[in-house]
């Protein structure tokens, strides 16, 4: 679990749950992103890592081979309430999510702490005020999770 104090919103954001999209957010063009890998083995220790994701490339599971985390392959129409459900069913008041596409604008809404990256593909604009922070990039995204007093010093009121 990770625990972050956010002042000024008088709560203690206790994360135990980290929900990342693929395409986009951790990869480009269906490669992982060079650096991610190792983040996400930092951030296992920590809590547990999902990734979800629609496969549109073909290839998640080479990709994210070695990394400590639970894939889960949606597949079928409404992604975007497949990726909301499956936050809920976790416990949005204790998962982190992170995402770009338009389909991830309802998991970054439900969760507790919402991160929307923008990266090469660009973040859909609805995501906007369903996330809680915009990130330049993946790294941002997860260095906020690893050094938490960044999160502080955005979300604080
Ligand atoms: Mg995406």
Redesign the pocket.
């Known amino acids: 679990m990770i625990k972050i104090n956010i002042p000024g919103k008088d709560e203690t954001l206790a994360i135990k749950h980290l929900v990342l999209?693929?395409?986009?957010?951790l990869a480009t063009d269906g490669r992982i992103k060079p650096g991610v890998a190792g983040l996400l083995e930092k951030l296992a220790a920590q809590l547990q890592v999902h990734i979800v994701t629609a496969g549109t490339f073909g290839s998640v599971d080479d990709e994210v081979h070695g990394i400590p985390c639970v894939l889960k392959i949606l597949s079928g129409a409404d992604q975007t309430g497949q990726k909301a459900r499956y936050v809920e069913e976790l416990g949005a008041e204790h998962t982190a999510c992170v995402?770009?596409?338009r389909n991830?604008r309802d998991m970054l809404e439900k969760a507790k702490l919402g991160i929307l990256v923008i990266q090469e593909?660009g973040a859909a604009a609805p995501c906007l005020l369903a996330a809680d922070v915009v990130c330049r990039d993946i790294d941002s995204a997860l260095q906020l999770l690893l050094q938490p007093l960044r999160l502080t010093a955005t979300l604080r009121t």
């Open positions: 999209d693929f395409n986009g957010t995402g770009n596409g991830d593909e």
